[in-house]
């Protein structure tokens, strides 16, 4: 169903429909939520979140001077409105709210917000996000100690922040949306003796206050009363951290979750289960799957490799077996929803014959040997096993490799050198550039985030030049070239945008899925009187 | 004895210096950087760098051993990479859950299992009826992780009778159904070495002389043959109860229950280094103390047993 | 009483043949033998073999077991799967008992500080827990065929040792042993020559539990995403893979499920037969 953009579409307004019927008034203190994690958060603190659940976390505790909304886009948080941006687009300067206060009664000023961003930087924090602020002016040198000042973030009075760049940065506002752009309270980070423990007594301006976390087990959070956009509509967020699908699936079968991220197996059979009709709720992840080509490696250095295990693969069979109505098949790496994202970008048809001639061309007439990389996780498998024997049809004969996650990321990034691996990229930023720079700039082989070690000298001058961009159109037109561009040389085979499905209980109102992870900050959540369970 | 008791603590300490080499050499051999799944995505050569001196990774291996040996006799076993809890924190947060899992367990497969396997030794004795003997062979072919997801269905989301799963607020109806669980897939061994130790008592002149004797099939059966039969059972209780002390991965993995098990599998996908090592650290002590009072037990069940 | 390997035999299948849980332990264990052996000329299909237009076609006509999430038919992959966990079982354990024979003899025979330094090492292998061992093992060496049959290998040899030890121990100044030194055999053939083969009966019972131990261990292996590499189907690999399905296809629960289960319980009844058959003190399977 989702192999055209007007499905897309549909499933766009399917999402913003939520999945309760609004009553007549919305019921105050309307009870607790009870949601689940798949893992145990890792930290809360912002300058060491680098997980899209410590994020999605994260972005219920505290506020930036922007943040998201639920579609994407950029919008005043902390900040009364959005800011005034110089003509030469270097300094940006926000008004913040006034009256905001941190859980522990302390009011927000200025000099918190510079704080923050400066404790990222600080190379005695070793946060793993200083390269947010890198465009910041003075970033790059504070983080290496080479200066103690960071002239570039300055609070002028108690409520007005100037931030100035050392170059124009397009997407420098989707930045500061990052969990890294969250504002702390100097004090409760200082509190402790080990600053790192900081990260289990978070202590934000956000919606809703941490309550208790017990490892492994669960995490409470309340409303805060006083926040500065009135107190939400729940009592409570109760996330239980449930690791086995299987056991989600239990408990919210159960009764005993309202919300439920559906594995595409667990999607199949809600789907054909009328009780669950109206309750199913897709939303577009900001995401990209894909079979990374070592553009360094032999026989993958050969651009006519490349294009044969593209010509190789029938993707669309692969995943419509695999994925029914899960997916927007990928011929780029830019996901529908982003500006950039084409639409009418040819992929690689399935054409073995071509294949095996391309690499009779390139060399290769009786194919070779390779191995693909890849996590252990049982999805993975589905995916790559039968591209494993399309590819023996054309005399490659691939070996899929399983590494489990820690040993994987070290593989793929700096410390191996792998033919070939599956794996996908997450948006940091609901950004065209987050789908480009980070993965095909040469400045980024490795892991930087390019791990198809791609390199072109035309791709990043293109690459390059989109970012001091600030036109809109402008910029969406030389990212839509450079991914043609890229996807040319085909470092990658693409595979699939992912669409999540959710199963919401009947009684959840005004819940609205995102596609970014710190997007949801759940104010909006009701839970109607529930009615008999299943 | 207290000399006994004092000998074999001290044996411990080599034992234990032993276990910590051997997880250390492991976690050496453990392929890729662990700072590279610590940093995420987008990370900078430099940042890998100053994370890598942060954990003392820059370090010869024998300092970094030497660091952690030096802290350890202090009884700081220092913070986790990943979260930065401290590890000794995390152990005392667990080992209550998996404590209360492992008791539960035990007491329900004890029972079961001694009952089951006395009942079926009595009746084979009398009638020759295989049919026990097969069924709990049976039994026990069964995957843990099967039973679990029965159980959670059965009880949980159909009858509605308990949690389905996770520790709730941490009371003792959460720990029904994994404990359940455990217990019946752990009692069909207990049940198996009964039984055959109960025939094997049951076979005995002395048996026949006290049925001789005319005393009552009951006297018969529990004062002389289990009395007897515990000797060998006591053993197998105990290995039995150290098995799970340590954690049971699966179980805690399935109803989500943050034990130790959990705590250690966890480490060493995140190649925690700190956490492994005091996980591995710990269990070698709950097993050498639970291996002493085993043999402390079997001496006092069965009094021909001299320390020397 | 000593004996050699011919006596120990005739008397072993003597028991048997009147042990009938024996009897069917070995018909169950023969049989899955026998169909890893001849899997290509069994499996009416080759396990690998996707059909992406039939998937998950329960049990019927064309495909006696259904067809898994790729349309591979599910009986196919079983006889292969077969192989894999058998392999496993049987490398596993030949690792295992070599090197716990080896040295549990070598310990019970020499005593002295050769025993107390070989049953140190013991003692401080049985510190770890046995299935977290073989996890760090298979993190530290890399999943894999081979670091399977090492790993669930390292984890079982110190059991074995303990055990040979044990007999070597109440063995080792019977009289035919000290018969065989008096007419000047040498230490290593009395060891394995003489000292061995009245050992062998507790370490045969012990490998036939411990193939059935390692089948389980692969299994729960799996379940923690550390089991047998595609595309090499194993039991314990389908029935994980198969876990999401529980509700749309049981069949790819049900059926790698029951293969493991009988394979165990075939091990364990013909290790149960055979405790009976070579062991005349007692009845049952010790484990």
């Known amino acids: 169903m989702a192999r055209h953009p007007a499905a897309f579409l549909a499933l766009l307004v399917l999402l913003a429909a939520g999945c309760a019927r609004l009553p007549a008034a919305i019921p105050e203190g309307s009870g607790v939520w009870r949601g689940c994690l798949n893992r145990n958060p890792v930290t809360l603190d912002p300058a060491y979140v680098v997980t899209l659940l410590d994020s999605s976390i994260c972005a219920l505790l505290y506020n930036g001077l922007v943040r998201f909304d639920e579609s994407g886009r950029v919008v005043p948080d902390l900040a009364r409105t959005m800011p005034d941006v110089s003509a030469d687009g270097l300094t940006y300067t926000f008004e913040l709210r006034r009256g905001v206060r941190f859980h522990n009664g302390r009011e927000l000023t200025a000099e918190d917000v510079v704080y923050s961003f400066r404790r990222i930087l600080d190379p005695a924090t070793i946060s793993r996000r200083s390269w947010v602020f890198e465009a910041v002016e003075g970033a790059v040198a504070f983080n290496r100690d080479e200066r103690t000042d960071l002239p570039g973030v300055r609070a002028e009075g108690s409520h007005r922040v100037v931030i100035t760049l050392a170059w124009p940065l397009a997407h420098f506002l989707s930045l500061l949306a990052m969990p890294a752009g969250y504002v702390v309270d100097r004090n409760e980070v200082e509190r402790h003796t080990d600053p790192r423990d900081y990260g289990f007594h978070p202590v934000g301006t956000g919606p809703w206050v941490l309550e208790s976390w017990v490892p492994g087990a669960y995490l409470r959070l309340r409303a805060n009363p006083d926040y500065f956009e009135g107190r939400p509509h729940l009592d409570a967020l109760d996330y239980r951290i449930i690791e086995d699908g299987a056991t989600a699936v239990a408990e919210f079968r159960a009764g005993n979750l309202h919300l439920l991220r559906l594995g595409p197996v667990e999607h199949a059979v809600f789907q054909r289960d009328p009780r669950w009709e109206g309750f199913l709720v897709g939303a577009p992840d900001l995401a990209v799957y894909y079979l990374a080509l070592n553009c360094e490696k032999e026989p993958f250095d050969n651009v006519l490799v490349r294009q044969a295990v593209n010509h190789a693969i029938d993707r669309q069979a692969i995943l419509e077996a695999v994925l029914p109505g899960r997916y927007v098949l990928a011929n780029g790496s830019i996901p529908p929803g982003l500006d950039g994202h084409d639409p009418h970008l040819e992929g690689y048809r399935y054409d073995p014959a071509l294949a095996r001639r391309l690499l009779a061309a390139a060399g290769y007439p009786r194919g070779f040997r390779m191995e693909i990389v890849q996590t252990s996780s049982p999805g993975v498998l589905q995916i790559t096993e039968p591209i494993q024997r399309m590819l023996a049809e054309v005399g490659v004969e691939a070996r899929l490799v399983q590494l489990e996650s820690g040993a994987f990321f070290a593989t793929i990034g700096d410390q191996g050198n792998p033919d070939c691996f599956f794996v996908s990229w997450w948006a940091d930023i609901p950004d065209a550039e987050n789908f480009l720079y980070p993965l095909f700039h040469s400045r980024n082989r490795g892991g930087g985030g390019n791990r198809a070690r791609f390199s072109d000298p035309a791709v990043d001058a293109i690459l390059d030049r989109a970012r001091l961009t600030l036109g809109a159109a402008e910029r969406s037109e030389l990212y839509r070239d450079a991914q043609r561009l890229v996807f040319s040389q085909a470092p990658w085979v693409p595979l699939y945008f992912p669409i999540n499905y959710l199963a919401c209980r009947p009684e959840v109102g005004g819940f609205v899925a995102c596609s970014i992870a710190n997007a949801q900050k759940m104010t909006g959540v009701w839970l109607a009187p529930p009615p008999a369970a299943d | 004895m207290t000399a006994y008791i004092v000998r074999r603590l001290a044996l411990m300490v080599p034992l234990l210096v032993g276990v910590s080499l051997v997880t250390f050499t492991l976690l050496y051999l453990v392929p890729g950087d662990p700072v590279q799944s610590l940093v995420g995505e987008r990370a900078t050569p430099q940042m890998v760098e100053s994370i890598r001196r942060e954990l003392g990774l820059d370090l010869p291996l024998h300092l970094r051993y030497g660091r952690w040996l030096a802290r350890t006799v202090r009884g700081d076993l220092g913070r986790s990479w990943a979260t930065h809890r401290p590890v000794m924190v995390s152990l005392i947060d667990r080992f209550p859950i998996t404590l209360k899992l492992s008791v539960l367990a035990f007491a329900l497969s004890t029972l079961l299992g001694v009952t089951v396997g006395v009942a079926t030794a009595v009746r084979e004795e009398a009638g020759g009826d295989h049919l026990a003997r097969w069924a709990l062979l049976g039994g026990q072919s069964v995957p843990i992780i099967y039973l679990c997801l029965v159980f959670m269905y059965v009880f949980g989301v159909w009858l509605r009778l308990t949690p389905v799963s996770g520790l709730g607020d941490g009371s003792i109806r959460y720990f029904l159904l994994p404990a359940g669980a455990l217990g019946l897939y752990t009692s069909v061994y207990k049940a198996r070495m009964t039984r055959s130790a109960m025939l094997e008592v049951l076979r005995q002149d002395y048996i026949r002389t006290a049925r001789a004797k005319g005393l009552s099939e009951r006297v018969v059966i529990y004062r002389h043959a289990l009395k007897n039969a515990m000797v060998t059972v006591v053993t197998v209780l105990g290995a039995g109860l150290s098995a799970l002390l340590v954690g049971s991965v699966l179980t805690e993995t399935v109803f989500g229950l943050p034990g130790i098990g959990k705590l250690q599998i966890d480490g060493v996908y ?38 020397d | 009483m000593g004996y050699g390997m011919d ?101 019970g025979y020499c005593g002295g500080w050769t025993d107390l330094v070989i049953m140190r090492l013991v003692e401080l292998m049985l510190c770890f827990p046995d299935l977290l061992l073989a996890v760090g093992l298979t993190v530290a060496l890399g999943p894999g065929p081979y670091t399977l049959f090492l790993a669930l290998g390292l984890v079982g040899w110190p059991g074995m040792a303990r055990l040979v030890r044990g007999e070597a121990l109440a063995l080792r100044d019977r009289e035919f042993l000290e018969a065989a030194r008096a007419t000047g055999t040498g230490p290593v053939r009395v060891l394995w020559g003489h000292l061995f083969p009245n050992c062998l009966s507790p370490v045969i019972i012990a490998v036939t539990g411990g193939m059935a131990a390692c089948i389980m261990a692969e299994a729960s292996l799996s379940f923690l995403g550390l089991g047998a590499q595609p595309p090499t189907p194993s039991w314990g690999s389908m029935l994980n893979l198969g876990r999401p399905y529980l509700h749309l296809a049981p069949h790819l629960v049900i059926f790698p499920g029951l293969a493991i289960a009988l394979a165990v319980f075939g091990f364990n009844l013909l290790g149960d037969g055979l405790r009976d058959a070579l062991d005349p003190r007692r009845s049952d399977f010790p484990g």
Do not use: E, K
């Open chain 2, 270 to 307: 995140a190649r925690d280094f700190p956490v492994v090592m005091g996980c591995f650290l710990f269990q070698a002590v709950v097993l050498s103390f639970t291996n002493l009072a085993m043999d402390m037990a079997y001496a006092w069940a069965n009094p021909r047993i001299r320390f």
């Open chain 3, 7 to 107: 006596g120990l035999w005739a008397r072993a299948r003597r028991r048997l043949g009147r042990n009938r849980g024996a009897r069917a332990g070995l018909v169950i264990v023969g049989t899955l033998a026998v169909a890893a052996l001849l899997a290509p000329v069994l499996a009416p299909q080759p396990p690998g073999r996707m059909d992406l237009d039939r998937v998950l076609l329960p049990p019927g006509p064309g495909h006696p077991l259904g067809t898994d999430y790729f349309g591979r038919d599910m009986l196919s992959r079983l006889i292969y799967g077969a192989r894999v966990s058998l392999t496993v079982g049987v490398v596993a354990q030949s690792l295992s008992a070599t090197v716990g024979v080896t040295l549990g003899l070598v310990a």
